[in-house]
Nanobody, 126 residues
Framework: QVQVVESGGGLVQAGGSLTLSCTAS????????MAWFRQAPGKEREGVSC????????EYSDSVKGRFTISGNNAKNTVYLQMNSLKSEDTATYYC???????????????????WGQGTQVTVSS
């Protein structure tokens, strides 16, 4: 069983930055592709960004491309999401996920055996 724990959410003004961290209980990069999803009240869950096994490829949704950066530290079993130029529409609960489909130019997809964190709230005030 993989345990996934997010941290780093909070309240920030529009235009500001936050960095989310996600730590998994096992060495993930050798086995799982990792991703960040988010869900705002009344909206469907959205795949925001993902990173492949060896960190060699990152994918972003159009809504965050150019503003968010995903990265990983295999030695620390940690994935980061650096969020810059935050907008009010970025307000959501952000979830880290292990074992997703992360392909170039494709939607980020959770699968039946995706492991989820508990979520961390990001609120952007305008």
């Amino acid at each position: 069983q993989v345990q996934v724990v997010e941290s780093g959410g909070g309240l920030v003004q529009a235009g500001g930055s936050l960095t989310l961290s996600c730590t998994a209980s096992i060495l993930t990069f050798d086995k799982y592709e990792m991703a960040w999803f988010r869900q705002a009240p009344g909206k469907e869950r959205e795949g925001v960004s993902c990173i492949t096994f060896n960190g060699g490829w990152q994918e972003y949704s159009d809504s965050v491309k150019g503003r968010f950066t995903i990265s990983g530290n295999n030695a620390k079993n940690t994935v980061y999401l650096q969020m810059n130029s935050l907008k009010s529409e970025d307000t959501a609960t952000y979830y880290c996920a292990a074992n997703v489909i992360c392909s170039e130019g494709s939607e980020i997809v959770a699968v039946r055996n995706t492991y989820w964190g508990q979520g961390t709230q990001v609120t952007v005030s305008s």
